[in-house]
């Protein structure tokens, strides 16, 4: 864990900001609330779907919240004053896309050491801010589960469920 918490400690921020702040949830309580959280909003996700999707929906793992050893909440500090705002006056949302490319860095260090990363969105977020007792000028940006993954494949599980394809990259490139 020690090297993927440093893989998001090196990440690129705007004006050097580091705007993330990282919650390693632990206790019992903790949790219990988040899972609770994911259980509410997948259950109001569900209610959501079109009725051709809704069994489909309802047989996808979407979360390895009581599975995972470790919890990490990834929050961007939105008033923090490191770095002056550089970079971050017309586009204040840079310092959220700083903290996304924090955890794309360490979902590649974990993937790269075998572990499994998950990303957990199905979430209230300000429900998370208060159940983890954190300040309010912070927003959630992810909710990771990491562990030694169950089994290891080459293909997208949304893919195998049939859920949605990968599209060829090249067709989503213009040309001005
Ligand atoms: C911002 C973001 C949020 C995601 N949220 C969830 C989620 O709530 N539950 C889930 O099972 N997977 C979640 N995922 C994983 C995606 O479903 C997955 O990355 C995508 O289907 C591609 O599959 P692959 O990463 O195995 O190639 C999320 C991924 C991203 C980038």
């Known amino acids: 864990m020690v090297s993927v918490l440093a893989a998001a400690g090196s990440a690129p921020s705007v004006g050097l900001s580091e705007p993330w702040r990282l919650v390693r949830v632990e206790s ?14 997948n259950a109001d996700a569900l209610a959501d779907q079109d009725e051709d999707r809704n069994e489909a929906y ?8 009581q599975e995972a050893p470790v919890h990490l909440a990834v929050f961007c500090d939105e008033q923090t004053t490191q770095g002056g705002g550089l ?3 017309t586009m204040p949302e840079m310092r959220r896309y700083s903290v996304v490319c924090a955890v794309m860095q360490m979902w590649l260090s974990a993937r790269a050491l075998g572990l499994g990363m998950g990303w957990v969105s199905i979430l209230d977020p300000a429900r998370v801010v208060d159940d983890l007792d954190v300040s309010a000028d912070w927003s959630l940006i992810a909710y990771l589960c990491i562990g030694w993954p169950l089994e290891e494949h080459l293909d997208c599980e949304l893919e195998r469920a049939g859920w949605e ?12």
């Open 28 to 41: 019992r309580t903790c949790r219990a609330a988040v899972i609770a959280n994911f259980e509410a909003a």
């Open 58 to 65: 309802a047989a996808l793992k979407l979360a390895g919240l």
């Open 87 to 89: 970079g971050a006056a």
């Open 165 to 176: 394809q990968r599209r060829r990259v090249q067709d989503r490139v213009l040309i001005r």
